[in-house]
């Protein structure tokens, strides 16, 4: 409904400024967390919103100042903000505890300030590991957190949603959660995913050849799209929705680029790098080590539920592949 105010935190990130863009573009008026307000200018300038449907707040999942005033006057929250490791952590709990800690954070301050519905970004990650052979996943799937493939940061995420459930269990507001997995799609500022990442690798010929990866892919505006989704659909409530639609491997990936970029793609490999290889680098690279659990596997969730309950339809992935890379290719040009 045109007026409302959404928090989302996270703004500046891949997936919180697609977030703000839909909701503007959709007529709400929407206050964002940053850590900083020097972030506002390009928060600004991916959404395009230089006037007051847009705000800001500066608050840290780490502590509890500065949530109170960003809930005031919310009537949803979209809880996107999450901390990703820059490198292999020395202890989990360095991860974990803040993810685990900072959501349970934004739940309080969101059933204080009376926010109607708290929409959480969860992962794919807290779905898929544990389950032996299996390739396909739904809903009712959880990750065991002691499977050998759950690094530092799927841990994290899969605690902050259980955290998350347990927590509304108890009523005062209502949460609905999206768990996507490998976002593509279109970047707007200069902070990427790791799956964007990884295509900038590519494109860039800074990654040599191909790991052995299959990729479950969803574009950045169809995430988006689902949370508003699951923020304004009665039939939402308690319910979490798994973003699927659908899978490419990485050597697919790579030939897409190649086929359709022209000379822009001129350093995307195309050999296959050895398993071995990938194990190795994940010692000193935290991307690297982030993909070493997707080696040879094909993993995929069902986006059945959200396309039959909230009507959501997604892209296909191929679009959302060239979409990404056309708009990395759009900001290494010079101007």
């Known amino acids: 409904m045109s007026g409302e105010l959404v928090l989302v935190t996270g703004g500046s990130g891949f997936v919180g400024s697609h977030c703000v863009l839909r909701l503007l573009q959709e007529g709400y008026r929407v206050r964002t967390t940053v850590r900083s307000l020097r972030r506002e200018a390009d928060v600004r300038a991916m959404t395009g919103e230089d006037g007051d449907a847009l705000s800001f707040a500066v608050a840290d999942l780490t502590a509890e100042a500065g949530w109170e005033p960003a809930m005031d006057g919310c009537d949803y929250v979209l809880h996107v903000a999450s901390p990703v490791p820059q490198a292999r952590p020395r202890d989990e709990a360095e991860v974990i505890e803040p993810a685990r800690e900072g959501t349970l954070r934004v739940l309080r301050a969101a059933r204080a300030a009376g926010v109607r519905r708290t929409v959480l970004t969860s992962s794919f990650a807290a779905v898929k590991?544990?389950?032996?052979?299996?390739?396909?996943?739904?809903?009712?799937?959880?990750?065991?957190?002691?499977?050998?493939?759950?690094?530092?940061?799927?841990?994290?995420?899969?605690?902050?949603?259980?955290?998350?459930?347990?927590?509304?269990?108890?009523?005062?507001?209502?949460?609905?959660?999206?768990?996507?997995?490998?976002?593509?799609?279109?970047?707007?500022?200069?902070?990427?995913?790791?799956?964007a990442g990884m295509v900038d690798s590519l494109l860039k010929g800074t990654l040599p050849a191909l790991p052995r990866i299959t990729v479950a892919v969803v574009d950045v505006r169809d995430v988006a799209d689902l949370h508003v989704r699951a923020m304004v659909d009665p039939a939402a409530a308690g319910e979490r929705f798994l973003a699927g639609a659908g899978a490419l491997t990485l050597a697919q990936i790579a030939a897409l680029l190649r086929e359709n970029l022209g000379d822009a793609a001129g350093r995307v490999p195309s050999r296959t790098l050895p398993d071995w290889a990938v194990r190795l680098a994940a010692r000193v690279n935290p991307r690297a080590a982030l993909v070493v659990s997707e080696l040879g596997v094909a993993r995929e969730p069902s986006g059945r539920k959200a396309r039959e309950l909230l009507g959501w339809n997604p892209r296909p992935v191929e679009e959302s592949v060239l979409d990404l890379a056309r708009s990395l290719q759009a900001r290494s040009l010079p101007a």
């Open 129 to 195: 590991y544990g389950h032996g052979d299996r390739t396909t996943f739904t809903e009712a799937d959880w990750s065991d957190p002691d499977a050998p493939q759950m690094a530092a940061y799927s841990k994290s995420k899969l605690a902050a949603e259980r955290a998350a459930w347990e927590f509304t269990a108890g009523g005062g507001t209502e949460l609905a959660v999206v768990n996507p997995p490998a976002v593509f799609g279109p970047a707007l500022g200069a902070d990427l995913s790791l799956w």
